[in-house]
């Protein structure tokens, strides 16, 4: 029912920003919540920020707190990640998901997926 598409990923230098955009098709509700997970070599999906669709309500996870920021445009229906001050450790594979519902913070709670994009983050 939602198809996303993501863009913005590539290799940046410690220090540096990207923006990743997430691109969704489909109808959108004001109950739906948009979300960043992250993928690292050898480590479990993790939770990056979210915000819901409806009243563009924020949280992020303590590791990107005060370096990242989620918005979206509903007019646009798409849905962005700023990443300031990256570190080595944000390197990884970075997915856009759509939840049917508020909140969430656990990747198996969200419905729908993005391809993924790739972030390399050097030192």
């Known amino acids: 029912q939602v198809q996303l598409v993501e863009s913005g990923g590539g290799l940046v230098q410690a220090g540096g920003s990207l923006r990743l955009s997430c691109a969704a098709s489909?109808?959108?509700?004001?109950?739906?919540?948009m979300g960043w997970f992250r993928q690292a070599p050898g480590k479990e999906r993790e939770f990056v920020a979210r915000?819901?669709?409806?009243?563009?309500?924020?949280y992020y996870a303590d590791s990107v707190k005060g370096r990242f920021t989620i918005s979206r445009d509903n007019a646009k229906n798409t849905v962005y990640l700023q990443m300031n001050s990256l570190k080595p450790e944000d390197t990884a594979v970075y997915y856009c998901?759509?939840?049917?519902?508020?909140?969430?913070?656990?990747?198996?709670?969200?419905?729908?997926w993005g391809q993924g994009t790739q972030v390399t983050v050097s030192s």
């Open positions: 998901a759509v939840r049917i519902g508020r909140y969430g913070s656990s990747w198996y709670e969200y419905d729908y």
């Open positions: 489909g109808r959108t509700f004001s109950s739906y919540t």
């Open positions: 915000i819901t669709w409806g009243g563009g309500t924020t």
